[in-house]
């Protein structure tokens, strides 16, 4: 496959780093903005000023799509991936690379340049501020990643045609100790679900079915592990580009990362790793798939069971939801703990008898014999029961809020929902919440 397409922030260097990875190949070179200016007769800030950023990106979406296939390199703009049309596009049968530059490179790089800006910020701010949105789905959608900011491009273009090179002889016994086929090695990109244990997710189904729709070069494994670190250790012996975290890791992995997004900062655990450039980037979703399906239950107030990563989680989506929290744990100090984390209170489970909403963030429930979480006395009408197990669907606790004439919701709506958002980090596409119910269902 002799198709790359470079993407990242202006000042990366993509089209002089392009035209000499072409040159080595012997292939063509496009660069999309040129071409951009070629159809339109004009440079990209007259069509800025013409028809703004909307029409220009119009324009952008006609030329990827008319883009000739088969061999090329292709440097594209910096915003052309944030559109989901072109990063399809953009994905087939191609190698995309990612290029990056510390923030100081590129305002010296650019600074003075003829495109406008896309805000009202200094360039500096400009550029951290963009970086900031746009890094997360460049890093998913990027299948190497490479820093321009000390390298001339024959260095870089050199480096990256190396790059793809892959350590296979630790993959191959790290695939063989897990008795999973070796030759997977060579499969471009692998993700997995760890945890302890992994076997009931839905994930390998869901993503690898997905992938096969989306042309993405990859394949999702059940990755058991004893601990965090060891499933860090399975993750780069295989140069896996992305894990799904499950529990009991996804407090314990947060320290076994390099760079925690606000949100994992926050909420103390995580659920998703990306790995880019040699560095691991940590996310969480969970709070996302908790935060979406209760839209409609802002200012309730809110009785989170639980105290663990799964918990912090909720705590924090129904914080942002403007909802008053309390905290109810088996072992009543770390759930006190937790809460004055997130400055809500905690209780005895039995006390907390008038609430709108209850969410189980407890184990209780995945396994076949579980009671429920929640007393009886807690469950009548009026009140939303949300358990966060979604394996099985229909837990004790839903079975008996939905006697009691309660409103549930299953695990399921949390796994959809935080799905869609994992995806979007691990591969840059989002396949929206109906294609995740289909296949899900199938």
């Known amino acids: 496959m002799e198709r790359y397409i470079l993407i990242g922030l202006r000042g990366t260097g993509k089209s002089t780093i392009g035209k000499r990875m072409a040159k080595i190949l012997g292939i063509p070179f496009y660069d999309t903005d040129t071409l951009i200016e070629g159809r339109a007769g004009c440079t990209i800030p007259e069509i800025f000023l013409a028809i703004g950023e909307a029409g220009f990106r119009e324009i952008e979406r006609e030329m990827i799509a008319s883009l000739p296939e088969g061999p090329a390199v292709i440097a594209t703009g910096g915003g052309a991936v944030m559109d989901q049309k072109n990063a399809e596009s953009l994905r087939k049968e191609a190698h995309i690379i990612l290029l ?61 045609l190396t790059s793809q090179e892959r350590d296979t002889e630790e993959g191959v ?63 780069q012996a295989l140069g896996a ?31 998703t790793v990306v790995s880019c450039g040699g560095k691991l980037y940590g996310h969480n979703t969970d709070w996302i798939g908790i935060r979406e399906p209760l839209q409609g239950h802002k200012g309730a107030d809110a009785l989170v069971v639980g105290a663990g990563g799964a918990a912090a989680a909720a705590v924090y989506a129904l914080q942002s939801l403007d909802m008053n929290v309390i905290i109810a744990n088996r072992t009543e100090e770390r759930g006190r703990a937790l809460a004055r984390r997130f400055g809500c209170t905690s209780a005895p489970i039995s006390s907390s008898r008038k609430v709108d909403l209850i969410i189980n963030a407890t184990p209780v429930g995945m396994k076949e014999g579980d009671g429920s979480p929640v007393p009886s006395e807690l469950l009548r009408p009026g009140v939303t029961v949300f358990d966060l197990v979604y ?39 989002d396949p929206g919440l109906d294609r995740i119910r289909e296949v899900l269902s199938s």
């Open 100 to 160: 990056t530059a510390d923030p100081e490179v590129l305002e010296a790089r650019i600074m003075g340049g003829s495109r406008p800006p896309l805000t009202e910020l200094s360039l500096s701010d400009e550029i951290r501020q963009i970086s900031k949105i746009r890094m997360p789905i460049y890093r998913g959608l990027a299948d190497i990643c490479m820093d321009t900011g000390m390298v001339n491009a024959d260095e870089a273009a050199s480096s990256i």
């Open 173 to 235: 016994k790290t695939l063989r100790r897990m008795s999973l086929d070796p030759d997977l090695i060579k499969t471009p990109l692998l993700f997995g679900i760890t945890g302890n244990p992994v076997s009931h997710s839905k994930s390998p189904h869901l993503y690898n079915r997905l992938f096969s729709e989306y042309a993405i070069p990859g394949k999702y494994l059940f990755l058991p592990a004893g601990s965090a670190e060891e499933a860090i250790t399975t993750m």
């Open 241 to 271: 580009k992305g894990l799904s975290v499950t529990i009991p890791f996804k407090e314990t992995m947060v320290s076994r990362i390099d760079e925690p997004d606000p949100d994992v900062t926050a909420i103390g655990a995580l659920n």
């Open 391 to 429: 394996t099985p669907p229909m837990t004790r606790l839903l079975k008996n809020a939905h006697a009691s004439g309660c409103t549930i919701i299953p695990g399921t709506e949390l796994f959809i929902h935080q799905a869609r958002a994992q995806f979007k980090l691990l591969t840059g596409i």
